[in-house]
């Protein structure tokens, strides 16, 4: 099959442009950022994009075929089915993942090879599917690769983005987004134009009485725009598995757009119609562990909630069962409150359209949704104003205030002497203009509730939740820690340490179980093991390195230890505690004499990662850093000791090469302020020690791995409050290095100081929110034990090899299972 196509596509042209090859060779695009940049596409270029067309589409229809006998074999099974209700699939590239899971990537490299390409090359050639902004993003896609991989009957449903998360360059050291349009050849997706929903919004409601009495709500008027359905498939490893991810486009529903306008000349009206039913899904918001309130975002979540369980009701009632057996069919899980609407749109459908009481409604409601919290900070949690849902979705509103009517009854019969109660638990909060509480409606409305890590779980149940653990009981909260597929993350990112932990354990039965690991463990002594494992990932460091030179200009030496922070910027992650680590060695080893240079053990500091167009701090954060690079770089003093690397544009493709060429990587936010992270588990399973706070997922990685394999530091979550308010009231001293540290920016540097200024008020004059003073000492102090520790090479490789033997907890199969056992009540449905 990949060979019949292999010879057709050999002769193809690119798919996606109806130009002759010739005026394709000579063709320019013209991209304008600082200046016109000109990029011509060679015949080359052209060939490789042919290639990875044909070997896409040859991949492709083994999957189609598995995709379909898949969907077959759950509908005639008619068991239960998960639904992840996600707004973000953060997936990256396809065709590398097809190619192990069909397991034919070994005829492809043979084929592509004879006509004279690489298969890496071809396999880069794929622009990312980037729909999401960070870990939470990648978790959905981590989810759905261990979903199909266990033979779970589970579709994802979201939207498909026009434009997913921006482009990052910097420029003058400064980060400018630029549009990431990905769609112009997309072989992974299928347009199901037959599949559409019509979703209402604005309008006015109607009550009045039937003719048995009943009371009836009939929402009518507004506007509707239609819901298109794009699948795509999500082949498992190791199975014929192949589950469906639906994501949603919009677009003008057709009678509007062609006829009413069209007819009467009012063409330009009608384009304008139609642009702005079609930006519904045009472009993903930019926020991480950020809430803005737009009311094109509150259009997204409820056209997404709308379609998915318009669909997903549909399914259910081909069976005919009784509605009471709704929730032994359907499992929802809401990814973050995101899709809180689904909760109330459910209601809805069983009340409104089909006629079912309100309790039996809610009853079956309420025993079908999961939710998942993903942040405690604040900033994060969703709150819509009730005048921007009452004009978009008056129907919805009312229902909201029935089913906080009937919650806050309960909750004041059981607790009659506590009155504030009330105040706290409400879903409207009683401000200007009142909000609906996003979170409080998903709690309500979800028969479990669950954080990310065990630290998180139990913040969230002392903390922003504690009230409704009280009425609720502890059993409605859980923890399921996060995790992530071994497939994507050690053995496409890293195939040779795969391979050779393959050949110690005889096989690649480990990446379906990853417990396995912990035979390596017998193999720490192995001298010869120990010697090859430190050989690939000098390997994989010379492969970053190349990607440095070729991204920034830098030469690193790849001896020297690579220190790694790459997540999206945030004060919480604290990138700002780095980089002025990073100035501190810099001060360091400038006053030392080249003798005593000698002794350091050199760094390149790496950084990544993208800042919300909008998040002021988190943009100065990266023109510190740049401008710091720029100047420690083309220091002839510092040499080899230390070079800071900002790569832009940090995603999931580049993760993939990062992640497996770390000696230290650093997850070193403010104790109590990460709900997990999930990079540090990447970095581990790829054989990276990592710094840390005793924050999120670090806690369980130490727990697995061994106190003496990690390095942690910094305030404990339960003593973070406690600093804070003596920061506020008993005033703040700054630790010494750290004043060292602002005196040489305020100098000028690191360019104008003006520009870092906030910057550095926010820690000196503004309360230093997320201790970056208080830590900064044993943040040190911890990094000199880094150095130390890295100088014993062998010390070191047995650190990271036992390590990564202790990873089998942190795959995404085991927290699927967990899902499914305590939440989901779903089974497998393997084929026979
Ligand atoms: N998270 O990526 C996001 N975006 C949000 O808006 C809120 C949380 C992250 O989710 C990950 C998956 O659970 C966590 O590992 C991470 O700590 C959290 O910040």
């Known amino acids: 099959l990949v060979w019949g196509s292999m010879n057709s596509f050999a002769m193809l042209r690119p798919p996606w442009r109806a130009r002759s090859s010739i005026a394709m060779s000579r063709m320019s695009r013209f991209h304008l950022s600082s200046g016109v940049r000109i990029e011509t596409d060679t015949q080359y270029d052209i060939q490789f994009r042919a290639a990875y067309a044909g070997t896409a589409l040859a991949f492709r229809d083994r999957l189609i075929i598995e995709w379909n ?62 729909l999401g902004n960070g870990g939470l993003g990648r978790l959905a896609a981590c989810f759905l690769d261990s979903l199909a ?28 987004e630029i549009p990431d349009y990905w769609l112009d050849f997309n072989p992974w997706e299928f347009p199901r134009h037959d599949i559409t929903v019509d979703i209402q919004f604005y309008g006015h409601v109607i009550r009045y009485q039937d003719e048995y009495g009943k009371t009836v709500n009939s929402w009518q008027g507004g506007e509707t725009v239609q819901a298109v359905a794009y699948d795509v498939p999500i082949p498992g490893y190791g199975t014929k598995t192949t589950n469906n991810l639906r994501l949603w486009s919009s677009k003008a529903t057709s009678g509007e757009f062609d006829f009413q306008k069209f007819n009467a000349g009012d063409y330009e009206s009608a384009v304008a119609d139609q ?43 081909k069976t005919r069962r009784a509605w009471r057996e709704f929730p032994d069919q359907v499992a929802i899980q809401l990814n973050d409150t995101h899709p809180t609407l689904a909760i109330v749109e459910l209601q809805r459908i069983l009340v409104d359209l089909e006629g079912l009481d309100w309790d039996e409604a809610w009853h079956i409601v309420t025993h079908t949704f999961g939710y998942t919290n993903h942040t405690v900070l604040p900033e994060a949690l969703e709150k819509w104003s009730v005048p921007l849902m009452q004009n978009l979705l008056p129907r919805h509103l009312q229902i909201i205030y029935d089913i906080n009517l009937f919650f806050l009854q309960s909750v004041e019969k059981r607790f009659p002497e506590d009155r504030d109660m009330l105040a706290r638990v409400s879903v409207i909060e009683e401000s200007h203009p009142k909000m609906v509480r996003m979170a ?41 820690t996060n995790g992530i597929t071994p497939r994507r993350w050690l053995h496409q990112a890293n195939p040779r340490l795969s ?77 700002q505690l780095n980089i002025f680590g990073v100035i501190h060695r810099y001060l360091k080893i400038k006053s030392l004499s080249p003798e005593e240079c000698q002794k350091l053990v050199p760094r390149v500091s790496i950084f990544g990662g993208k800042a919300a167009p909008g998040y002021w701090m988190a943009k100065t954060i990266i023109h510190l850093i740049n401008n710091v690079a720029a100047v420690i770089n083309k220091d002839a003093d510092v040499g080899d000791l230390l070079k800071v690397i900002f790569i832009e544009d940090y995603n999931v493709s580049k993760a993939e090469i990062i992640c497996p060429a770390s000696d230290i990587s650093e997850h070193i936010s403010t104790a109590g302020t990460e709900a997990s992270g999930t990079s540090n588990m ?65 100098k000028g540097t ?75 009540n779903v089974e497998p449905l393997p084929e026979e």
């Open 69 to 130: 006998k898949t969907q077959q074999r759950q509908t005639f099974a008619d068991q239960k089915r998960v639904y992840y209700l996600s707004l973000e699939f953060l997936m990256g590239r396809a065709l590398d993942n097809a190619m192990l899971n069909v397991g034919l990537k070994d005829v492809a490299q043979d084929g592509l090879s004879e006509l004279g390409f690489r298969v890496e090359d071809v396999i880069n050639q794929e622009h990312d599917a980037a």
């Open 149 to 176: 991989t266990l033979n779970y009957p589970a579709w994802g449903y979201g939207l498909r983005y026009r434009y997913g998360i921006f482009k990052q360059e910097i420029i003058d050291g400064y980060q400018v």
């Open 275 to 317: 642009q702005r039913a079609e930006t519904i899904s045009a472009v993903l918001y930019p926020n991480d562990n950020l809430e803005r309130g737009k009311e094109l975002r509150l259009k997204q979540q409820y056209f997404w909630c709308a379609a998915s369980l318009y669909d997903i009701v549909r399914r259910f009632k």
């Open 440 to 480: 409080h409606l998903a709690i309500i409305g979800s028969h479990k509730v669950n954080g990310v890590a065990e630290l998180h779980s139990d913040l969230i149940k002392t903390t922003i939740f504690k009230d409704f653990v009280a009425i609720y009981g502890p059993d409605k909260f859980t923890n399921v």
């Open 499 to 575: 391979d050779l932990i393959a050949s110690k354990l005889g096989g690649f039965e480990f990446l379906k179980d990853l417990t396995l690991l912990d035979q390596l463990e017998s193999f720490v002594d192995d001298k010869a093991f120990r010697s090859e494992w430190a050989e690939i990932k000098y390997a994989n460091k010379i492969r970053l390195a190349k990607l440095i030179k070729d991204t920034t200009g830098y030469s690193v030496n790849p001896r020297a230890l690579f220190d790694v922070q790459v997540k999206r910027i945030h004060e919480y992650k604290r990138q």
């Open 682 to 746: 990447k970095f581990v399973l790829n054989g990276g020690l990592i710094i840390g706070t005793c924050d999120g997922a670090n806690i369980e990685i130490t727990r697995e791995i061994g106190e003496q394999n990690i390095f942690l530091f910094g305030t404990l979550a339960e003593d973070v409050e406690e600093i804070r308010h003596r920061h506020r009231y008993d005033g703040f001293r700054l630790d010494e290095n750290l004043a060292r540290v602002f005196e040489e920016i305020q």
């Open 750 to 824: 690191f360019g104008d100081a003006d520009d870092f200024s906030a910057l550095i008020s926010s820690i000196t004059d503004h309360g230093d929110y997320y201790l970056v003073s208080d830590d900064f000492h044993s943040y040190l102090t911890t990094q000199e034990l880094v150095d130390e520790a890295f100088q014993d090479q062998d010390e070191w490789i047995a650190k990271s090899i036992t390590s990564v033997a202790r990873m089998g907890f942190f795959s995404t199969d085991r927290v699927i299972n967990e899902y499914a056992d305590s939440i989901w």
